[in-house]
């Protein structure tokens, strides 16, 4: 129903910036209805939640990332999107797409954000 590719991710310096995109294809239910969100998850670590936009455009984050990522949708481009500034080497991780349309949950393939100088 939903097939999710993430893109921008790479190496950058601590204090630097990146702009994840996550492409969607959606079949029967359109992008607008799906509940999207950015999780992340670092080597030998378990994936945690990072941000989500809900269908109305509200936007919650995760307490370590809030006031530097802005998540965000565009519609007409089905593609959703992570603003990432003021990055620290602690946000060095595989970043996943997600979307959910309750019951189910779809994940993109993720794309690498390394954080170093």
């Known amino acids: 129903q939903v097939q999710l590719v993430e893109s921008g991710g790479g190496l950058v310096q601590p204090g630097g910036s990146l702009r994840l995109s996550c492409a969607a294809s959606?079949?029967?239910?359109?992008?607008?209805?799906?509940?999207m969100g950015w999780y992340r998850q670092a080597p030998g670590k378990q994936r945690e939640w990072v941000a989500t936009i809900y269908t109305g455009g509200t936007t919650v984050y995760v307490d370590s990332v809030k006031g530097r990522f802005t998540i965000s949708r565009d519609s007409a481009k089905n593609t959703m999107y992570l603003q990432m500034n003021s990055l620290k080497p602690e946000d060095t991780a595989v970043y996943y797409c997600?979307?959910?349309?309750?019951?189910?949950?779809?994940w993109g393939q993720g794309t690498q954000v390394t954080v170093s100088s």
């Open positions: 997600n979307a959910r349309l309750t019951p189910k949950t779809y």
């Open positions: 959606t079949s029967g239910s359109s992008f607008s209805t799906y509940v």
